[in-house]
C-alpha cells in the first residue's frame, strides 16, 4: 500500500467544530491558543488546547483553523511525519515552526527532507502594526517589517519562511496571497470576522 500526502484549505467556513466533524471525520482539532505548543496527535477529535499538532497516523487529518494567521503545513520527503501549525503574529513572534523542526529534528528527519507550506496570510501590503509594536519587536531577526511613509507593516509569511532557511530548510512554498487585501478569504483584520479557513494535512494509504 502506498501512502499519500493529502493538504487543503477550505474556501468555506469552519469556524464550527461540527461542521468539521461532519465534513472531515478524520479530523484532529486543537483549541487554538496563539502559543508554540505543538501536540502529537494519536486519534481523532479534540486533542487539547495548543497550537500545533503532528502524526506519524495514517488516516488522521491534522487541522487549524486560520483568518490572516498563517497555516503552516511540514512534511517529510518519506511522509513518515506531518505536522500542521497556527502561526499568527503571537506565534510568529514567539517562532513556533522552530519548535516544529526541533521535533522532527528528534525525530531523525534530516531537513534537506523537510518540505514546508505556507498558507495565504496576513502580508506587508495590508498588515499594518504600530510603532510601538515595531520598537518592541524589531530586534527579533526573523520578523519581516515593511516600513512606507512613517507606517509599519509585518509579513507574516516571509517571516516564518526566514525562521525556515535560518534553519536549513530550502523546500519552502508560500502561497502569494495576502488574506487582507484579497476579498475571497476571511480576514480577522478587515472585517473582524469569527469565520474561519480550515486548513488540513493527512496522510492516506491506498
Ligand atoms: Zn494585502
Redesign the pocket.
Known sequence: MKKKLIKGFTDRNFSSIDKIKTKFPESAYLKQIHGKEIIYADRIGYIGEADGLYTDKVNLLLTVRVADCNAIYLWDDNINYIMILHSGWKGTVKKILLEGLKIFSKKGIDEKNLNVEISPSA?K???EVSRDFYTKYKKRSHLFFEKRKNKFYLDLAVSNRKIAEENGISSIKIHDK?T???ENYFSYRRDNTSKRHLAYIGIRKE
Open positions: 502580508r501590503c495590508c498588515y495576502c487582507i487585501c484579497n
